[in-house]
């Protein structure tokens, strides 16, 4: 494999052309996949074109809406050290502070989480909650659209050949009262989502919900949205009472299989169980 | 390709193929044998080098990768004569059992404390909670983490008072 | 009040490996590579079907090497065709092949062997490799394979699929149960673990022109490995050579041969070129040894004082594809199976039985760490049965010195564990555990749990447990000691060059080390069984000691003294203290002679005079004589919402003898305890019809450093009078507490007793649903 370091945007659309090429970003999830690919015989690209010799898909900008800009090739490291990112985006930096491990949050990027499309890939329900959407780049021009639209499913995304995603924009939370992660891992570090929950809630002056926003990970096969939970919420103030009834509408809904890391009946039930964390916020 | 770097403080050049893994280029090619490989899949860390101070897995990088960069290995800390503060202190509060995890163990213990030179023990349980050991139970190594901490900020202090 | 060692102790000083492993300057067998080297991997293709297809039974009816011969770079594909000699290998047992030509027996056996230029061209050959197998059918469940019509894991051997049936005994426990007035019974399941040392088994190898083998291993057994070596690919054991440097983690998985056959054989066919072969983790996983996975049905019964009368229990070791040390294992198990207290009537009954799942065999704690969670869960619930506290339960039925134990040994050595316990009961940790339980944060429960195990030492009756020890003077007035028991990162090799320079009167930096070299040092046994140092040891000591009468004695001739009286060994020198006369020990060894500048001793461990009448069918292993003990507490925090269950304080109280090296005593400590906290709480092996599913570190999980808790270790001060300076080993025993421990705990916390480990989320959780109330204490 030929590893290329494109410098500018159109080197690097040309180096993608090629056929066989492949974008290589913090190379997390891509170098396992080849070393497994390597091992079984299988065929791995013809070249691999690097992300971070570009400047412009790395740091954090504010937009002129007044939403984040998160280059997509900035570590997941980056985004943590970032002030705007830990104060506007919470539920994201919780998401990020328990990804993988510190080499793995040195070397992995927000972009390749999102186009790795993992049902587990601890950035995307934070994103979700946000209303995030990405901006892709190609040599046929930019485009943008939700995050929502752009992953169709696990490790599938809506990607055209030689386009990448260059950033991620992220409105602020800071409206939101109760801005809320948690990933439940087999371990405390170096661990897959068995189940992950963010949450957003805008309350009243009463403290009652008027807005809420709930998304799962590893429950189904992309990021799993509960309206009927949430509205659920609304009108309510997120006491045990009405989380556990949130919470129950939950398990009936949700519909996870089993896997190595548990079944879904666990899924089940913790995806319920982790609203009532709220309570205790 | 052609490859530059700096390596333990030395630049070294090489031919190299892009795609050779960067544990592989140390180790087979550069000789750095105290980086030690223990899984090939990111999970272990004990293929942990600093690139430019920062703590990454070699076994997940590519040659290509280290083009330009300053590297760091174990061997590179210190010496017998002049061991790194942490490495010291892995010795001396029995941080180290079978020792295979200790290079990538002491590499992200190095790079913690140039960031955070005064870490709790948490921090450190975080700092290193990517490299493996199956023989200590880790409470060794964060004492000796907080150890080098303590060392680092009394050398700190005389070279300050000395000014 | 048990004596206990000061904190204002000096600290110990550092272990002789521990500076160069920090720089990065240790050479492993996995940094070996000798120039032009050639590399050799194994072919297993039950595995290669990705995780849904795989087999782990079937008849080879053969390898088209065709296409891996084809890929540049690939010297030779050898099949068990080329295998001379035997083609079996195993310990005590030979029933493994090298290569298998007729059939696979588990999902990692190997068919074929390559040989390349390097190791991507070793992957490509391997990756072309192809292999026409017959699935057969296969069988899982050890139970299963017991039964009639099952399918033969070794077909036609005499025996079926029963590797080993035994019964340890001792008075009428099935009568005595009977007529117990209070009685616990359960059953228990522990699982399958994973040894995950963080160095992969690897060696290089090299035929010499003179038809010697020589090999540089990770391994625990390099003097009995030229034994395994020689029979299986048909050489002299005495023309191998094994060197093992130290050892990246062994902990069990590397006692026997991992690497040892397939490299040799690859050196046989490499024409004189050094041949290197390293597993990488999914291999060691797929084809190295595993903990035997144990089903256990108990029954306990006791007077209403507490007073333990009689236990019965059944065990089925699930020994994998090969004996390996199957049936020592078990041996283990049934010596333990009754804890470490007293009991008058006791029946053990155990099978281990072939599968075809992965191969087990030895792992810290061999054994016992599979029974320890079921004696003491039925210690919690007799306790609870009879309104009684636990620790007083145990306390008073605690195994003290000169009682018989459960397999009618009489303890002849030190046995400290009611001191271990008096020590958990003074801790705050235990004093305290009321009012910490009471401040369980929202969402969660507390629970603190308690532990009294055990860990027999050597290798039992039937097999000398004995180390030879060599000692040279070198040409520069130093020290050597020629270690003959590897270093896995115990830090035995750094005890011995401690006790050396203390018994020589000599500076750290005069004694150097030989690391286990079977053409240097000399037989001394495997790296197992918390041996290690009390066997060398005591021949190390009586080396020196034969060294220090040695140096005086030949000083007095060259310093005209006629005897002994007033002469001193004294760093680096012999001195007459009235005369004041001196002689340098470098001086000496220019006139001594090499053979003279050499001390040899050996030291045997003892064992049980006139052992009991039963466990007849252990050929090796029964009884065992020494014995450490612990006393273990863990606090833990279950979280309601996930079961998740965090451990927030865990103490260890040891009775290791006297404790030489304090800093040596706690990691041997800790270390075996965060293993344990693993087999417990996380590490969860699975197979599906023999095919590993947790084939690598993302999936079979260990804990990291934000998974356990500062793992407090406290020694009681002891003496094993027939240990080096009193010492006992505690290698082991460390293991086989946490997993009760917690069990404890989590039942405090939950109201649940669990009896299958791990103690996983998903099992936790179920066990909040079915008591969701909090139990009041
Ligand atoms: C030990 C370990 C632990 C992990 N733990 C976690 C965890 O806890 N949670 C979690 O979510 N993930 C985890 N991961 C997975 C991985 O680290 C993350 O998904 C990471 O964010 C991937 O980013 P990367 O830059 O390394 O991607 P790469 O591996 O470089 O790329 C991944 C894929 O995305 C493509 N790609 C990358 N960037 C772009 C782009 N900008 N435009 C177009 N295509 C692109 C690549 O071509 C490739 O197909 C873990 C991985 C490892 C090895
Ligand atoms: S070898 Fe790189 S993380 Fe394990
Ligand atoms: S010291 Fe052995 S793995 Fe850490």
Known sequence: MNVLTPRELPELFAALAAPGARVLAGGTDLLVRLRADLRQGRKVPSSLVRLDGLEELCGVAREPDGALRLGAATTHAGLLAHPLVRVELPVLAAALADLGSPPIRNMGTLGGNLCTASPAGDTLPPLMVLGASVELASAAGVRRMALADFITGPGRTRLAPGEIVTAVLAPSAREFAVRHFEKVGRRSALAVAVVSLAALLRLDARGKAVEARLAWGSVGPTVWRCPEAEAALLGQRPTLTALKRAAAVVRARVQPIDDLRASAAYRSEVAGNLLLRLAAL | ?163 | MPKRHAPSLPPSPPRADALAKALGAERYAFDARPEGCLWAGAFRPGALFGPEGGMAHGRVRGVDTTAALAVPGVLRVLTAADVPGANLQGIVHKDQPVLCGEVLRHAGDPVALVLAESPEALRAGLAALRADIEPLPGVFDPEEALKKGAPQVHAGRKGGNLLLGAVIEKGDARAALKSVPVLVRGEFSTPVQEHAFLETPCGVAQLLPDGALQMTVSTQSPFRDRFEIGHALGLNPFKIRVRAPHLGGGFGGKDGATVQCLLGLAALKAGGRPVRMVWDREESILAGYKRHAVRLRYALGAERDGTLVALSCRVVFDTGAYAHLGSEVMELSMEHAAGPYRIPHVRVVGRCVYTNNPIAGAFRGFGVAQVSPAFESLMDELAEKLGLDPLALRRKNALRHGDENCSGVRLTGSAQLTDCLDAVAAHPLWTTREAWRAGAPAFTRRGVGLAAVFNGMGYGRGLADMAIAKLELTEAGGFLVYNGVPDMGQGNSSAFALLASQELNQPPSAIGLVQPDTEQCLPSGSSSAGRTTYTYGNALLKACAAMRVKLLSRAAMALFCDNLEGMELLPGMVRHRPTGKSLPLAAMAGFLSRDDRVCVAEALMPVAQNPPDTGKSFFIGFPHLLFAYAAHLARIEVDELTGRVRVCDYLAVTDGGRVLHRQGFDQQAQGGVAQGLGYALLEDFRLAEGRILTGDLSTYLIPTALDLPDIASEAVEGCEETGPHGLKGVGEVGLNGPAPAVGAALYEATGARLRDLPFTPERVLTALRKKPRRRRT
């Open chain 2, 1 to 163: 390709m052609k490859l530059s770097f700096i390596l333990n403080g030395a630049t070294v050049r090489l031919d190299a193929e892009p795609d050779r893994r960067a544990v592989d280029l140390l180790r087979e090619e550069l000789g750095a044998l105290d980086v030690k490989e223990g899984c090939g899949t990111g999970e272990c860390g004990a293929c942990s080098v600093l690139v430019d101070g920062v703590q990454k897995l070699s076994c997940l990088m590519l040659a290509a990768q280290l083009e330009g960069r300053t590297v760091v290995t174990a061997a590179g800390l210190g010496t017998a004569e002049k061991p790194h503060p942490v490495q010291r202190a892995f010795a001396e509060h029995g941080a180290v059992q079978c020792g295979f995890c200790t290079p990538g163990m002491a590499v992200a213990a190095a790079g913690l404390l140039a960031e955070n030179p005064a870490p709790a023990r948490e921090d450190i349980r975080r700092a290193v909670s990517g490299n493996l050991c199956r023989c200590t139970g880790y409470v060794k190594i964060i004492d000796a983490v907080e150890a080098a901490a303590r060392e680092l900020a009394a050398r700190k202090g005389k070279t300050e008072d000395a000014r």
